[in-house]
């Protein structure tokens, strides 16, 4: 309605001249002649878009003549409905109102869409005088105005009157309102990337108003615990387009203007997943392979699970879905530090861009920092991959991995059969992985309901507790949620599953997901694996299990912790050299390292220790016992309490036998025994050392650490 409201107000032979009105303009010679002023400038709305363009020159003849000439010049590379759209979005209506939409908001608080006839007419009249006529002064003037229009309008036929004398009994409105500010902090970040562009973004309002009432609920419960600062960022999985974007709390008063999307944090560990999908892409492991899990120390770095608990063996899938640190600092040793930041590049990671040495094996546990906008972009990349490989016919597109978009955007052609970073199968794995990590509070039994949203997520929690971080990919949503301080003050309970997750699934349940990717099932094939390790099956594996799983799968490492032992007639090893072979009895084994069967056996009381060599048929090479700790080049730093005396380290060793002595030497210096529980307090002096363990059987072990 507005768009017929101004062309009868402004110019209403618009769609008959090229750019100039030659009859408003002979009019406006005749009219300004007789009455020795200027009354009327004969302006069209192509000229008006002129010299709005052409800001603070003055209103002349000769500026007149210069306007006319490029109004004519922008007729013949313009559609009329381009310079309708020119005029509307630059046009001033009254203070710093500039658009029809900001005006639209300003005056009636709602979108120009929905404005009514009389609302349409009365903006049709602001641009004319705006620093003159508005709501706040000479209101009687504007009404008016805004009812001679209407009048105009009716006598013309562009409203009937009925809808005359209806509008004629519209109010107009007392005081402007305040502009809508629903996503200020993604206007600031447009407007950073492309300044004075008008653009058309992919922004949903309903998703954004859902976000900012579950972004103000959360930040309410959080802030009780001086936590002050949250973002939400949602994209449309498949186009990678941004719907949902909350850069921060809206009502906090702490860094309050600071994008919390854009910010780099330390990531947690929600970088784990694609070390996990890399290991399986590149054959290095399968879904179920057991992972160690025991504390440990690698060239100085030691490693921690957040529970301090460690579960000995654990299937990589498992280890991945409880967030183990220990087995994921193991995973990259594997893998290589340099060829992961080369990988975790190439998803989009625009921050990890230090060198294998400044990060080391911390960087899967949080030593990198990342933006909740490359960490959703690397996800939604991931699902769309997947996504598009169920429904092109197990085609991938090399171009699937990109950031997120915010304009409209066209999805490049499936042009291989090989994906160019990730395969579907890897891919999905990752994802069944990420599906089974427990859900916080009520949402924990979150399968037991039809209606529950089905998403693979991970949170991450980094160091110090001063970054919570939740993700989750589903088909049609990437949801990531920051929750922490902007100024990185760290609080007790600031932990991923505890903050972040809550919002996460709020998100989720509100915007109602519920179908989940399927099996990419022309990328698997069928893989016979030893059902205890998860590994390819080896002649001594007593059980087998068939999955479904990457070609690369085929050339893991056979089953390592299976092996065939020999038994006499009371369960005892023995070997050919102390017993007849016809007599033996042949058993397949499934045995631990010491380490990794102290701490297995107490979530698996099946595990059953291997038995004993028989005395006359001793093993020399069997290892029978293992430092818990200290491991191998240990450092270890030994504190003096406030009675200025140094305080003790605790060493732990285990033993395969349950009952055996262990004889404790430092450095040639015997320090006692123990027996079931086998730890022992070490005091030393500074420097390097050696302990050594010796067994009842005469089996020995040493370590070397050094004391700081």
């Not at 903006?123 to 006529?133: E, G, K, Q, T």
């Not at 990349?381 to 016919?393: A, K, P």
């Amino acid at each position: 309605m507005f768009r017929d409201a101004i062309i009868t107000y402004e110019d209403k032979r618009f769609y008959n001249h090229f750019g100039v009105d030659p009859v408003a303009v002979t009019r406006a010679i005749i009219q300004n002649y007789k009455s020795k002023k200027t009354l009327s400038g004969a302006s069209t709305l192509t000229m008006q878009i002129i010299r709005m363009s052409r800001k603070g020159k003055s209103r002349n003849l000769y500026q007149k003549i210069i306007e006319s000439i490029l109004a004519v010049r922008l007729e013949l590379t313009h559609s009329k409905k381009q310079m309708l759209k020119l005029y509307t979005s630059h046009a001033p209506f009254g203070g710093n109102v500039v658009g029809l939409e900001a005006a639209s908001w300003r005056y009636f608080h709602k979108s120009s869409t929905y404005l009514s006839i009389s609302e349409g007419a009365m903006l049709a009249v602001l641009p004319n005088a705006p620093s003159l006529i508005h709501i706040g002064k000479n209101r009687g003037r504007l009404l008016e105005k805004r009812n001679k229009l209407l009048k105009t309008m009716m006598e013309k036929g562009k409203i009937s009157s009925i809808d005359y004398e209806l509008s004629l009994l519209e109010k107009i409105p007392q005081k402007p309102f305040s502009l809508p500010r629903l996503a200020p902090h993604f206007l600031e970040y447009i407007n950073k990337k492309e300044p004075q562009k008008i653009i058309q973004s992919t922004i949903d309002r309903d998703i954004q108003s859902l976000l900012a009432d579950i972004s103000d609920y959360h930040y309410q419960l959080n802030v009780q615990s001086d936590i002050h600062n949250l973002a939400i960022l949602v994209l449309d999985t498949k186009s990678g387009e941004v719907i949902g974007y909350i850069g921060n709390a809206k009502n906090t008063k702490q860094e309050s203007s600071v994008d919390m999307i854009h910010a780099k944090r330390s990531s947690g560990s929600v970088l784990k997943p694609f070390l996990y999908a890399h290991l399986l892409e590149s054959g290095k492991t399968l879904p179920n392979s057991l992972v160690k899990d025991v504390p440990t120390h690698i060239q100085g770095y030691n490693p921690k699970n957040y529970n301090r608990r460690y579960m000995g063996a654990v299937p990589a899938n498992q280890a991945l879905s409880m967030s183990l640190n220990v087995p994921a600092v193991y995973a990259l040793q594997s893998y290589g530090i340099e060829p992961f930041i080369k990988r975790l590049q190439d998803h989009g990671f625009r921050s990890i861009n230090r060198t294998a040495d400044h990060y080391g094996l911390s960087l899967i546990l949080g030593g990198g920092e990342v933006t909740l906008w490359d960490l959703c972009g690397a996800y939604a990349s991931l699902g769309r991959i997947l996504l598009r490989y169920n429904q092109e016919q197990s085609r991938y597109s090399s171009k699937d991995i990109y950031q997120p978009q915010y304009t409209k955007q066209k999805l490049s052609p499936v042009d291989s059969y090989k994906p160019s970073l990730l395969s579907a199968g890897a891919i999905h794995h990752t994802f069944e992985a990420m599906k089974a990590v427990i859900r916080p509070n009520e949402e924990g039994d979150w399968q037991q309901f039809d209606s529950s949203s089905p998403i693979a997520w991970k949170t991450g929690t980094s160091y110090g507790h001063r970054d919570a971080w939740a993700v989750g990919v589903s088909p049609k949503y990437t949801i990531g949620i920051w929750v922490g301080n902007a100024n990185g003050e760290g609080k007790h309970g600031l932990v991923g599953v505890q903050k972040a997750g809550p919002i996460l699934f709020d998100v989720l349940n509100r915007l109602s997901v519920n179908k989940y990717f399927e099996e990419p099932v022309d990328d698997l094939i069928p893989t016979v694996i030893c059902a205890k390790s998860g590994f390819l099956v080896s002649p001594h594996c007593d059980l087998k299990d068939t999955i479904f799983t990457l070609n690369q799968g085929q050339h893991t490492v056979a089953c390592p912790y299976h092996k065939t032992i020999h038994l006499d007639n009371e369960g005892n090893q023995v070997t050919s050299a102390c017993f007849s072979i016809a007599q033996m009895t042949h058993v397949s084994w499934f045995e631990l390292s010491p380490s990794m069967a102290y701490y297995y056996r107490s979530d698996h009381p099946e595990y059953r220790a291997i038995p004993l060599h028989r005395p006359d048929c001793i093993n020399e090479q069997e290892k029978v016992m293992e430092f818990l700790y200290p491991t191998e080049k240990t450092i270890i730093y030994l504190p003096i309490d406030l009675d200025g005396i140094k305080e003790k380290a605790i060493f732990k060793a285990t033993h395969q036998n349950i009952d055996a002595i262990l004889y404790w030497h430092l450095d040639n210096n015997y320090l006692g025994s123990t027996k079931e529980l086998h730890t022992m307090d070490i005091s030393a002096n500074t420097g390097h050392h050696m302990i050594t363990i010796i067994d009842q059987d005469g089996n020995q072990i040493s370590c070397g650490f050094e004391i700081k």
